[in-house]
Nanobody
Framework: QVQLVESGGGLVQAGGSLRLSCAAS????????MGWFRQAPGKEREFVAR????????YYTDSVKGRFNISRDKAVNTVYLQMNSLRPEDTARYYC?????????????????WGQGTQVTVST
């Protein structure tokens, strides 16, 4: 069983930055990918970004391209989401997730483990 613990959320003004972290309990990953989804009130959970654990290849949803950057530190089993130029529409609860596939689809069903989430609120 993999446990994922997110941190780094908070309140920030539009145009500001936040960095989310997600620490995984599993000691080593032989393959797979880590990702971030988000869910705003009254909306469905949506894909944000993912990174293949071994190759490091990344994929983003269009609305965050050029503003968000996903990275990982294999030494400490942690994935990060650097969020810049934040907008009020980025306000949501952000969830860390892990897939057994290195190139999972951008759908919830492609991921096996989920964290509890961390709240990001962007004010105008």
């Amino acid at each position: 069983q993999v446990q994922l613990v997110e941190s780094g959320g908070g309140l920030v003004q539009a145009g500001g930055s936040l960095r989310l972290s997600c620490a995984a309990s599993e000691r080593t990953f032989s393959s797979g990918a880590m990702g971030w989804f988000r869910q705003a009130p009254g909306k469905e959970r949506e894909f944000v970004a993912r990174i293949s654990w071994i190759a490091g290849s990344t994929y983003y949803t269009d609305s965050v391209k050029g503003r968000f950057n996903i990275s990982r530190d294999k030494a400490v089993n942690t994935v990060y989401l650097q969020m810049n130029s934040l907008r009020p529409e980025d306000t949501a609860r952000y969830y860390c997730t892990k897939s057994s596939s290195p190139f999972p689809r951008a759908t919830q069903g492609s991921y096996d483990y989920w964290g509890q989430g961390t709240q990001v609120t962007v004010s105008t």
